[in-house]
C-alpha cells in the first residue's frame, strides 16, 4: 500500500501562483511514475504533468510552460509549481503513483482561481 498526502492547495488571483506537494509514504518502489491529475466540476479528470523516477516529465498542453513538476525522491515527494494561473486552472488536483501493476490516488487538493 501506498499513502499521499496532498499539501497546497487554496486560492489564487489570476496571474498568480501556487504550489502543491505531495507525500507518498508505503510500499514504494525506487521505478515509479508520479504525477498530477486534475478534475474540473462535471468534467473528466485530466493529466497536468508526471515526472518519472529519473526525471522525466510530460505535461498536458494547456499548462506546458506555466506549471513545473519536480520531485525530490530521497522524500518521496513530487511539487507542482503553478504560475500564470488561469480560471480554467480551477479544479481538484489529485496526486497519482504508479508502480506497475500499482495506482494510487492522493484525497485531492482545491485550487481555485479567480477571475
Known amino acids: 500500500q501506498v499513502q499521499l498526502v496532498e499539501s497546497g492547495g487554496g486560492l489564487a488571483q489570476t496571474g498568480g501562483s501556487l504550489r502543491l506537494s505531495c507525500a507518498a509514504s508505503g510500499s514504494i518502489f525506487s521505478i515509479n511514475l508520479m504525477g498530477w491529475y486534475r478534475q474540473a466540476p462535471g468534467k473528466q479528470r485530466e493529466l497536468v504533468a508526471t515526472i518519472t523516477s529519473s526525471g522525466r516529465t510530460n505535461y498536458a498542453d494547456s499548462v506546458k510552460g506555466r506549471f513545473t513538476i519536480s520531485r525530490e525522491n530521497a522524500k518521496n515527494t513530487v511539487y507542482l509549481q503553478m504560475n500564470s494561473l488561469k480560471p480554467e486552472d480551477t479544479a481538484v488536483y489529485y496526486c497519482?503513483?504508479?508502480?506497475?501493476?500499482?495506482?494510487?490516488w492522493g484525497q485531492g487538493t482545491q485550487v481555485t482561481v479567480s477571475s
Open positions: 497519482n503513483y504508479y508502480t506497475h501493476p500499482r495506482d494510487y
